[in-house]
């Protein structure tokens, strides 16, 4: 009795770790997404200055339909408001430096920048040797 009580807990346990594990994921690739996007916009609204240099930051905001917040991060030259891509750097001294590379026309179908749910199985860096992120893989 003792024992189906045990495993019955145990299931409901793993079931739970899954779902945590399942969301943990889900969010810090949405989250590496975003900042990748971020930084794109930035590159994306340099450009867009320099080909309209008469245009303040404002009119272009307008003509764009941009919400304030998507005003901000466009024009975040400095990248505070949405961290760089890797931003998970326990030492603020280091940064990634800032390239004017465009981005590639696969860019546009890579599921790492596009939110796709579809991820590639091999690890990416800062994950575990399972896949995992880095953070996670401490013991439980």
């Known amino acids: 009795m003792a024992s189906d009580y045990v495993d019955d807990f145990l299931r409901d346990e793993r079931e739970s770790f899954k779902r945590k594990e399942t969301a943990a994921k889900k969010f810090d690739n949405r989250l590496d997404n975003f900042r990748k996007s971020a930084q794109a916009l930035r590159d994306a609204a340099r450009q867009f200055e ?21 005003k901000n991060v466009a024009f975040d030259a400095k990248g505070e408001l949405v961290a760089v891509p890797g931003g998970r750097n326990t030492t603020p001294a280091e940064s990634e430096p800032e ?6 026309a696969t ?9 796709s749910d579809m991820q590639a199985d091999a690890a990416e860096p800062g994950t575990s040797d399972d896949g995992r992120p ?4 401490g013991s439980y």
Do not use: C, V, Y
């Open 50 to 70: 320099k080909a309209f240099p008469g245009m303040s930051r404002t009119m272009i905001a307008d003509k764009l339909a941009m919400t304030g917040t998507e």
């Open 99 to 104: 390239t004017n590379a465009e981005p590639t």
């Open 107 to 115: 860019a546009a179908t890579d599921p790492e920048t596009t939110g």
């Open 134 to 137: 880095a953070w996670a893989s």
